[in-house]
């Protein structure tokens, strides 16, 4: 026999002219337990797997952002007008 709590999600079938009501797993917390036992399994602490990740996601940057090429071009009236104000450099469009 299963107790509910207060607040507990659960999940409502029909059955002729009754109904089962039973708790319902959240994914995330079926989630949270296959983690923590692949955890105590592997004898990692929570820290070593941050790490870990932390380290794949510096890889994966350096990958994604190796292939980028950032071009900058700038008109040189726009510079000279940079230097030259006590606003800054404006394009000729903007409104200040």
């Known amino acids: 026999m299963v107790i509910l709590k207060r607040g507990q999600i659960v999940s409502i079938i029909p059955v002729g002219d009754s109904v089962i009501i ?3 797993r959240l994914e995330l917390d079926e989630a949270r337990r ?3 036992k ?3 399994a592997s004898c990692l602490s929570e ?3 941050l790490k870990g990740l932390q380290e794949e996601r510096e890889k994966l940057y350096q990958k994604i952002m190796a292939k ?3 071009r900058v071009f700038l008109d040189s009236n726009v510079i000279l007008s940079g230097l030259f104000s006590d606003k800054g450099a404006r ?3 903007s409104t200040y």
């Open 22 to 24: 039973t708790p319902r």
């Open 34 to 36: 296959e983690i923590r």
């Open 38 to 40: 692949l955890l105590k």
């Open 47 to 49: 820290e070593d797997l």
């Open 68 to 70: 980028r090429i950032v």
């Open 91 to 93: 394009a000729p469009f």
